[in-house]
C-alpha cells in the first residue's frame, strides 16, 4: 500500500493546501492544536522535526514563536505548496521530502545538533509501517526531549469491528478531496509496546472529543526520550 498512500496524497495536496489555507481548520486549531502545545510545550530555543507536516500550518505555528523546524512530508507536491505558503518563514523552516517508512531516510534529516523535540499531527495512522519512523526519532532526538503526536483514538476508531487485529481501510478526511485515502489502524497496546521497545517513556496523554460527545475521537500522545 506504500506507493498508494503516496499516490493519493498527490493527489490530494492541492485541494489540502487550499482548503487548510494559512490558517489551518477548527478540527486542526481548536482540538488538535491546544494540548499538543500543552505537551510539546515549544520554545524558542528548541529544534523541532515536524512529522508529515502537509501544507506546513503547525510548522509556521512554532516559527512565529521563534521556533527553528525541520518539517517533512512524503507527498513532493504537498512540500513545494508549504514551501510557497510558508515563504516568509525560510529562515526557520527547512521543509524536506522524506519517506517515513524508511530508516535510513529519516536519518538523513538529523541536523548539527540533536532535535529537542518531534511532533506529528494526525499523521501516525496514514502511515503503513511506523517502526522506522519511532527508531529514528528516538535516535535523532536529545536526552529528555520529547515526541508528541495525536492519531484517530484507537479505542474507538476502528474497521470491521475488530480493536485488536491491524488493519487498513480507507477514508475520507475531508469533503470533497479527490482521492480515498489509507487509514492504518493500530490498537493502543501495539502503538505503545512499540514505543516502549524504541526507548520511549509514556510523559502525557490526552482524550479528545467532538463538542457534546462522550466518547473521545483522538488521542494525543507524549513520549520522552529517557537522560
Not at 31 to 46: E, G, S
Not at 166 to 181: N, T
Request: glycine content about 4%; aromatic content about 12%; proline content about 4%.
Amino acid at each position: 500500500m506504500h506507493k498508494e498512500d503516496l499516490a493519493a496524497w498527490e493527489a490530494n495536496a492541492t485541494f489540502w493546501d487550499d482548503y487548510m489555507g494559512d490558517e489551518s481548520n477548527f478540527f486542526h486549531c481548536d482540538m488538535v492544536r491546544p494540548q499538543t502545545d500543552n505537551l510539546l510545550q515549544p520554545t524558542a530555543n528548541d529544534l523541532v522535526l515536524d512529522i508529515a507536516c502537509g501544507n506546513g500550518n503547525y510548522a509556521a505555528w512554532l516559527a512565529a514563536r521563534g521556533v527553528q523546524v525541520v518539517a517533512f512530508d512524503y507527498s513532493p507536491t504537498m512540500v513545494a505548496l508549504a514551501r510557497k505558503r510558508r515563504a516568509a518563514y525560510t529562515e526557520q523552516i527547512n521543509f524536506q521530502v522524506c519517506d517515513a517508512t524508511d530508516y535510513d531516510a529519516l536519518m538523513s534529516l538529523r541536523q548539527a545538533k540533536p532535535f529537542t523535540k518531534a511532533v506529528a499531527n494526525m499523521a501516525i495512522m496514514d502511515i503503513s509501517d511506523i517502526e522506522p519512523l519511532f527508531s529514528a526519532t528516538y535516535a535523532m532526538l536529545a536526552a529528555g526531549g520529547s515526541f508528541v503526536f495525536s492519531t484517530h483514538h484507537a479505542c474507538f476508531t476502528y474497521p470491521n469491528g475488530n480493536y485488536f487485529t491491524s488493519a487498513m481501510h480507507k477514508g475520507v478526511a475531508v469533503e470533497g478531496q479527490p482521492q480515498l485515502q489509507c487509514y492504518y489502524h493500530r490498537s493502543l497496546q501495539e502503538l505503545l509496546n512499540l514505543a516502549f521497545k524504541v526507548g520511549f517513556v509514556l510523559a502525557g496523554f490526552h482524550e479528545i472529543p467532538f463538542e457534546h460527545d462522550a466518547t473521545p475521537i483522538i488521542m494525543i500522545v507524549k513520549l520522552t526520550k529517557a537522560v
